[in-house]
C-alpha cells in the first residue's frame, strides 16, 4: 500500500501562504516520525522541518523557521506543513518522508519511507 501521499502543492504569490498535507498510512503515522524535505531545481534535496513520533517535538531548517509550522492530526492521520510569507527560495518540490525512531531527526538517510513529492511555486 501507499505510506505517504503528498497534496497541497501549487502556485502562489510572494508574500503568500500554502499548506501542505501528507497523509500516512495508520501504520506509519503510528509508528514513525515524520518529516518534509525539499528539492530545487540543480540543487541537493534539503531538510525543511519533521515532528517526532509523539508530536512533541518539532524542528525546523534556519531558513524556514519562524514561517513554517509543521503540525500532526491524528484523528487523520496527516502530518500538515503550514507556509507563510513565502519567497521565490521556497519554490521546489516538496516531500514528506519517515523515519522509525524517537527525537527528531533532519538527516535524510535516516528516512525510510518517503512520498512521491508535491510542486510548490511562489512567483516573486
Known amino acids: 500500500q501507499v505510506q505517504l501521499v503528498e497534496s497541497g502543492g501549487g502556485f502562489v504569490q510572494a508574500g503568500g501562504s500554502l499548506r501542505l498535507s501528507c497523509a500516512a498510512s495508520?501504520?506509519?503515522?503510528?509508528?514513525?516520525?515524520i518529516g518534509w524535505f525539499r528539492q530545487a531545481p540543480g540543487k541537493e534535496r534539503e531538510f525543511v522541518a519533521v515532528?517526532?513520533?509523539?508530536?512533541?517535538?518539532?524542528s525546523y531548517a534556519e531558513s524556514v523557521q519562524g514561517r513554517f509550522i509543521i503540525s500532526k492530526n491524528s484523528a487523520k492521520n496527516t502530518v500538515f506543513l503550514q507556509m507563510s510569507s513565502l519567497t521565490s527560495e521556497d519554490t521546489a518540490v516538496y516531500f514528506c518522508?519517515?523515519?522509525?525512531?524517537?527525537?527528531?531527526?533532519?538527516?535524510?538517510?535516516?528516512?525510510?519511507?518517503w512520498g512521491q513529492g508535491t510542486q510548490v511555486t511562489v512567483s516573486s
Open positions: 518522508a519517515a523515519y522509525f525512531a524517537q527525537g527528531v531527526v533532519s538527516a535524510e538517510a535516516e528516512y525510510e519511507y
Open positions: 495508520e501504520r506509519i503515522f503510528r509508528t514513525y516520525a
Open positions: 515532528i517526532s513520533r509523539g508530536g512533541g517535538s518539532t
